[in-house]
């Protein structure tokens, strides 16, 4: 969808924000959003996301504009957000750079590792507690049910115990992104964007460095090669070897069920990943 494909109520209420709008260009940014676009509104530049209807894009969107402040200077800062009809609108601070590079020899890794130790030096004050989110595991059920040979070299026995005890592993009132990879980073010399806020959540402070764990093996990276990266980051003492198998074995749990339920490609790769990671931990 372009800008000029939504409906002239919806481009009048944003420019009652903005005023007059210039230019717009969309952005292709996957299935989160109706819209995306880099918009010119006279000397303002803004970034705009548009959900139609109100499932849980339209949640997520929100959670982008509700929260925005609590990543101030790491997230683009949200400047405006209007309800028109079936349809939430949010402007956000024009934030410009490139994807990081998780390669082993990346000289952007120590400015991730330094955005995600500020991350987890921020409060999640308001946020729902990743505990909850993942206190049902009523999803394990399927994933045993499966043959073994749908996951190769895993013990999914052995997982759902370890597993059982994230609620209290990942306990905490730090901030957490939840969704760290390479494109959620916007990186340019004089800074380092995170952007994405759609699945915030308060929790333990070593959780988005354990999420990063499993992005860096994706690059290339062996798991204690990762771990090693993981382990310079202030917000990494705060994890035991109990917490870090316990999120290892759900992760791997959670993420193969999504993609057993699911044809994405990147869903079946990530799940493999995730795998990996749980088996190396307990080995």
């Known amino acids: 969808m372009k800008w000029n494909d939504l409906p002239a109520q919806v481009r009048d209420a944003?420019?009652?924000?903005?005023?007059?709008?210039?230019?717009?260009?969309?952005?292709?940014?996957?299935d989160g959003c109706d819209l995306a676009a880099v918009v010119d509104a006279g000397e303002q530049r803004l970034f705009?996301?548009?959900?139609?209807?109100?499932?849980?894009?339209?949640?997520?969107?929100?959670?982008?504009?509700?929260f925005g402040h609590l990543a101030a200077g790491i997230a683009p800062s949200p400047q405006f957000a209007c309800q028109v009809d079936d349809w939430l609108l949010?402007?956000?601070?024009?934030?410009t750079g490139r994807p990081a590079d998780l390669a082993s020899d990346s000289p952007d890794l120590p400015r991730i590792g330094d955005v995600v130790d500020d991350i987890a030096r921020r409060a999640g004050?308001?946020?729902r507690s990743l505990s909850e989110r993942w206190r049902n595991t009523d999803w394990w059920a399927d994933v045993t049910a499966r043959p073994a040979s749908a996951f190769p070299g895993w013990d999914v026995a052995t997982a759902a115990v370890h597993a059982s005890t994230v609620v209290d592993a990942v306990a905490?009132?730090?901030?957490?992104?939840?969704?760290?990879?390479?494109?959620?980073?916007?990186?340019?010399?004089?800074?380092?964007?995170?952007?994405?806020?759609?699945?915030?959540?308060?929790?333990?402070?070593?959780?988005?460095a354990a999420f990063m764990v499993i992005r860096?093996?994706?690059?290339?990276?062996?798991?204690?090669?990762?771990?090693?990266?993981?382990?310079?980051?202030?917000?990494?003492?705060?994890?035991?070897d109990d917490d870090l198998n316990a999120f290892a074995c759900y992760v791997a749990g959670l993420w193969s069920m999504r993609a057993?339920?699911?044809?994405?490609?990147?869903?079946?790769?990530?799940?493999?990943?995730?795998?990996?990671?749980?088996?190396?931990?307990?080995t």
């Open 48 to 66: 705009v996301k548009a959900v139609h209807g109100d499932g849980r894009r339209a949640r997520w969107l929100r959670n982008e504009h509700t």
């Open 125 to 127: 004050e308001g946020l």
């Open 216 to 240: 860096l093996i994706g690059a290339g990276h062996s798991p204690q090669q990762a771990e090693q990266w993981a382990s310079r980051l202030i917000c990494w003492a705060g994890a035991t």
């Open 172 to 208: 905490g009132d730090r901030l957490i992104h939840t969704d760290l990879h390479a494109h959620q980073f916007m990186i340019r010399k004089d800074r380092v964007w995170v952007v994405d806020w759609g699945w915030p959540a308060q929790g333990a402070g070593w959780v988005d």
């Open 260 to 282: 057993a339920q699911s044809d994405n490609r990147a869903a079946r790769n990530r799940a493999t990943l995730a795998r990996s990671y749980a088996t190396w931990r307990l």
């Open 90 to 95: 949010v402007g956000f601070e024009h934030a």
């Open 14 to 30: 944003v420019e009652a924000q903005t005023g007059p709008i210039m230019s717009a260009d969309t952005v292709d940014v996957g």
